[in-house]
Every structure is written in C-alpha cells, then in structure tokens.
C-alpha cells in the first residue's frame, strides 16, 4: 500500500518566523500531535511537536524542590514572545507519494516520531502521515476482514 491511500491533506503549517503562541494555538487546535515548519518557498524544513515544545520550554525555567516557583512561571509565560525557530525540530526526515506505508511506518518506529511530511520531490509539502491515520486504516482493514469470515 502506498502513503497516498492513507495520508491527509491540507494539514496545518508553521514558519520558522512566526511567534511561538501561535504555534502553541495551532497545536491546541489540531488532532496531529506535531505541525511540519515550512520556509517561505513552503519547502518542509522540519517539525514543531506538542512533546518536544513542553519539554524546551520547561527545560528554560528553574525547576525548585517544589516544581515550577513563581519566578519560573513568570519566565515561562515571557518566553511565548519567542519565535518557532527557537523550538522546532530541523530534520528532513520525509516521506513521498509513492513511498510503501510499511517502509514509512518502520522509519517512524525507529525515529520514534508519530508524524511524517509527504512531500514532492522539491520538498514542497503535499499531506503529512500520522500514526493514528495509520491506526485508523489498520482498524478499518481488521473490521473488513472480520466481516468476511463470518
């Protein structure tokens, strides 16, 4: 089966430039757990994901015995003035139309990533494969073949 059975279109973008609260907006509204950054020529040039943002984000605070104190809050709440180029992931790891779901699956296993960009041969995004698009077709795939065992 090839990534274009499966893959969805039109998904959410974001740019390098832009201010990172609209990205955190854009990750709230969204089923994806991660948003494919484009330049300006919308060439993917790699990923801003919900965990990897959590996690750069505290990782700028003073963590006290207690958790966050409220010098770390006040911090946290001014580095939303940051920009996505200081948090995305720059990576080109990419998938195309034609590539095999089992070779894209496998490549997302071992990077450990749950969203993958499909792309054009000039890395202009075309849709993004996600693991719970896979999941869903594998669910339609077993309720297939229970219907026809009956």
Do not use: C, W
Request: glycine share 4%; aromatic share 4%; hydrophobic share 40%.
């Amino acid at each position: 089966m090839k990534i274009k059975d499966i893959m969805l279109l039109n998904p959410k973008t974001i740019k390098p430039h832009e201010n990172i609260l609209k990205a955190i907006n854009l990750l709230i509204s969204v089923p994806e757990s991660s948003l494919p950054v484009i330049n300006k020529k919308g060439k993917v040039i790699g990923e801003l994901n919900q965990k990897d943002l959590l996690l750069k984000l505290i990782a700028k605070q003073r963590l006290s015995s207690e958790g966050l104190d409220f010098e770390a809050i006040k911090n946290l709440q001014s580095s939303f003035s940051n920009i996505v180029d200081d948090f995305f992931n720059k990576h080109e790891i990419v998938a195309y139309l034609d590539d095999e779901l089992s070779d894209i699956i496998q490549i997302m296993y071992d990077k450990g990533i749950s969203t993958i960009p499909i792309v054009d041969k000039s890395k202009k995004l075309l849709g993004i494969l996600t693991d719970i698009a896979i999941l869903r077709h594998y669910k339609q795939i077993t309720k297939g073949n229970k219907k026809g065992k009956k």
